[in-house]
Protein backbone atom coordinates (compact mmCIF):
# COMPACT_ATOMS: atom_id res chain seq x y z
CA UNK A 1 0.00 0.00 0.00
CA UNK A 2 1.30 3.39 -0.66
CA UNK A 3 0.75 6.22 1.66
CA UNK A 4 0.29 9.81 -0.32
CA UNK A 5 0.21 13.27 1.73
CA UNK A 6 -0.60 16.54 -1.00
CA UNK A 7 0.27 19.93 -0.29
CA UNK A 8 0.27 23.10 -1.91
CA UNK A 9 -3.35 24.10 -2.15
CA UNK A 10 -5.17 26.98 -1.76
CA UNK A 11 -7.04 30.17 -3.01
CA UNK A 12 -5.76 32.09 -5.99
CA UNK A 13 -6.84 34.75 -8.25
CA UNK A 14 -8.34 33.72 -11.87
CA UNK A 15 -5.22 33.41 -14.15
CA UNK A 16 -2.91 32.43 -11.42
CA UNK A 17 -0.85 29.80 -10.84
CA UNK A 18 -0.40 26.94 -8.10
CA UNK A 19 1.67 24.24 -7.39
CA UNK A 20 0.58 21.09 -5.81
CA UNK A 21 2.89 18.41 -4.51
CA UNK A 22 2.22 14.39 -3.50
CA UNK A 23 4.97 12.91 -1.30
CA UNK A 24 4.56 8.88 -1.55
CA UNK A 25 5.86 6.83 0.65
CA UNK A 26 4.96 2.63 1.54
CA UNK A 27 6.77 1.48 -1.78
CA UNK A 28 9.30 2.17 -3.68
CA UNK A 29 8.06 5.30 -5.62
CA UNK A 30 9.39 4.43 -9.31
CA UNK A 31 7.63 1.56 -9.83
CA UNK A 32 4.35 3.40 -10.04
CA UNK A 33 2.37 5.54 -11.95
CA UNK A 34 1.15 8.66 -10.82
CA UNK A 35 -2.14 10.57 -11.49
CA UNK A 36 -3.91 13.74 -9.77
CA UNK A 37 -7.88 13.82 -10.25
CA UNK A 38 -9.92 16.36 -8.69
CA UNK A 39 -14.06 16.50 -7.57
CA UNK A 40 -16.19 19.47 -7.35
CA UNK A 41 -19.03 19.62 -5.37
CA UNK A 42 -21.98 18.11 -7.17
CA UNK A 43 -19.99 16.92 -9.60
CA UNK A 44 -17.69 13.45 -10.15
CA UNK A 45 -14.84 12.76 -9.86
CA UNK A 46 -12.22 13.98 -12.78
CA UNK A 47 -8.87 12.47 -13.85
CA UNK A 48 -6.76 15.56 -14.59
CA UNK A 49 -3.03 14.45 -15.48
CA UNK A 50 -1.16 10.93 -15.08
CA UNK A 51 2.78 9.73 -15.37
CA UNK A 52 4.20 7.08 -16.03
CA UNK A 53 6.73 5.27 -13.22
CA UNK A 54 9.32 6.77 -15.19
CA UNK A 55 8.12 10.26 -16.14
CA UNK A 56 8.73 9.48 -19.87
CA UNK A 57 4.86 9.24 -20.82
CA UNK A 58 2.53 11.94 -19.11
CA UNK A 59 -1.58 12.17 -19.80
CA UNK A 60 -4.21 15.01 -19.47
CA UNK A 61 -8.25 15.50 -19.12
CA UNK A 62 -9.31 17.73 -21.80
CA UNK A 63 -10.24 20.39 -19.75
CA UNK A 64 -6.42 20.92 -18.44
CA UNK A 65 -4.34 20.44 -21.13
CA UNK A 66 -1.59 23.32 -21.89
CA UNK A 67 -2.21 25.23 -18.38
CA UNK A 68 -1.47 21.88 -16.17
CA UNK A 69 1.97 19.83 -16.15
CA UNK A 70 2.44 16.91 -13.89
CA UNK A 71 6.04 15.64 -13.35
CA UNK A 72 7.75 13.61 -10.63
CA UNK A 73 11.12 13.71 -8.71
CA UNK A 74 11.94 11.36 -5.89
CA UNK A 75 9.43 10.92 -3.95
CA UNK A 76 7.28 13.52 -4.90
CA UNK A 77 4.77 14.14 -7.57
CA UNK A 78 3.62 17.72 -8.57
CA UNK A 79 1.41 19.55 -10.53
CA UNK A 80 1.67 22.63 -11.72
CA UNK A 81 -1.44 24.73 -12.73
CA UNK A 82 -1.30 27.86 -14.84
CA UNK A 83 -3.91 29.74 -16.45
CA UNK A 84 -6.57 28.86 -13.43
CA UNK A 85 -10.56 29.36 -14.21
CA UNK A 86 -13.30 29.83 -11.55
CA UNK A 87 -14.19 26.36 -13.33
CA UNK A 88 -10.68 25.09 -11.59
CA UNK A 89 -12.09 24.94 -8.18
CA UNK A 90 -12.40 21.82 -6.58
CA UNK A 91 -10.18 19.61 -4.11
CA UNK A 92 -7.35 17.98 -5.67
CA UNK A 93 -6.60 13.93 -5.27
CA UNK A 94 -3.43 12.58 -5.35
CA UNK A 95 -3.56 9.39 -6.80
CA UNK A 96 -0.69 6.10 -6.98
CA UNK A 97 -0.78 3.04 -9.35
CA UNK A 98 -3.15 4.50 -11.99
CA UNK A 99 -4.18 2.53 -15.18
CA UNK A 100 -6.28 3.12 -17.83
CA UNK A 101 -9.40 0.67 -18.47
CA UNK A 102 -12.28 2.51 -20.00
CA UNK A 103 -11.75 5.19 -17.49
CA UNK A 104 -8.30 5.93 -15.43
CA UNK A 105 -8.20 4.45 -12.10
CA UNK A 106 -6.30 4.17 -8.53
CA UNK A 107 -5.27 1.85 -6.52
CA UNK A 108 -4.31 4.66 -3.06
CA UNK A 109 -5.31 7.95 -2.60
CA UNK A 110 -4.31 11.03 -1.03
CA UNK A 111 -6.46 12.69 1.70
CA UNK A 112 -7.34 15.47 -1.03
CA UNK A 113 -6.49 19.51 -0.81
CA UNK A 114 -8.48 22.25 -1.77
CA UNK A 115 -8.62 24.73 -4.98
CA UNK A 116 -10.38 27.91 -4.75
CA UNK A 117 -9.67 29.81 -8.31
CA UNK A 118 -12.39 33.35 -7.49
CA UNK A 119 -13.36 35.43 -10.35
Known amino acids: QVQLVESGGGLVQTGGSLRLSCAAS????????MGWFRQAPGKEREFVAG??????ATYYGDSVKGRFTISRDKNTAYLQMSSLKPEDTAVYYC??????????????WGQGTQVTVSS
Open 26 to 33: GRTFSSYA
Open 51 to 56: ISWNGG
Open 95 to 108: AAEIVYSSSWLASS
